[in-house]
T-cell receptor, first 108, second 113 residues
């Protein structure tokens, strides 16, 4: 079975501070990992995926297979980053499994 | 392109009533899916489809039926609504069944009394 754990339901940081949203996964094979984001009154949308090794809106995420983690990081948080963030995984079943989400609030 | 559309946006049902949540996409995507979003539980997959005429169960299929008669439409049916089905429902689609980059609809907020 595949499982995604996001240990923080709520996370608050000040503008300009670094932010890290934690994501741990459980899967026996080689997973594909994603971060999705839902801004207020907007649809859920893809933020980034590990296979692309890209940086979107200043966010990066590194897959650590040893620690089975895929934490999302940004060196300097902005108020517009306030949103709900979901870590997600697909495995051999090609079904997307989501974590429970972290609500990020960036304070002015 | 309208993308993924869902109707209705809001719905209140009484226990035992039935209804269909509509989902449509105009991107010619083969893969479509339904999720429910509950506080503290994230999004859980209800049913999915890899193409017209093909559907399969996800993590929480009980109480829900789906069909996929066309590529564009993927309705979700509640045959006998229960309070436990109070949730926000999201439909999503992607170009193929690899599920990379799913495109989500705006959601339907359902309350079952």
């Amino acid at each position: 079975a595949q499982r995604v754990t996001q240990p923080e339901k709520l996370l608050s940081v000040f503008k300009g501070a670094p932010v890290e949203l934690k994501c741990n996964y459980s899967y026996s094979g080689s997973p594909e990992l994603f971060w999705y984001v839902q801004y207020s009154r907007q649809r859920l949308q893809l933020l980034l995926r590990h296979i692309s090794r890209e940086s979107i809106k200043g966010f990066t995420a590194d897959l650590n297979k040893g620690e089975t983690s895929f934490h999302l990081k940004k060196p300097f948080a902005q108020e517009e980053d306030s949103a709900m963030y979901y870590c997600a995984l697909t495995g051999s079943a090609r079904q997307l499994t989501f974590g429970s989400g972290t609500q990020l609030t960036v304070l002015p | 392109n309208a993308g993924v559309t869902q109707t209705p946006k809001f719905q209140v049902l009484k226990t035992g009533q039935s209804m269909t949540l509509q989902c449509a996409q105009d991107m010619n995507h083969e893969y479509m899916s339904w999720y429910r979003q509950d506080p503290g539980m994230g999004l859980r997959l209800i049913h999915y489809s890899v193409g017209a005429g093909i559907t399969d169960q996800g993590e929480v299929p009980n109480g829900y039926n789906v069909s996929r008669s066309t590529t564009e439409d993927f309705p979700l049916r509640l045959l006998s609504a229960a309070p436990s089905q109070t949730s926000v429902y999201f439909c999503a689609s992607s170009p193929d069944w690899s599920t990379d980059t799913q495109y989500f609809g705006p959601g339907t907020r359902l309350t079952v009394l």
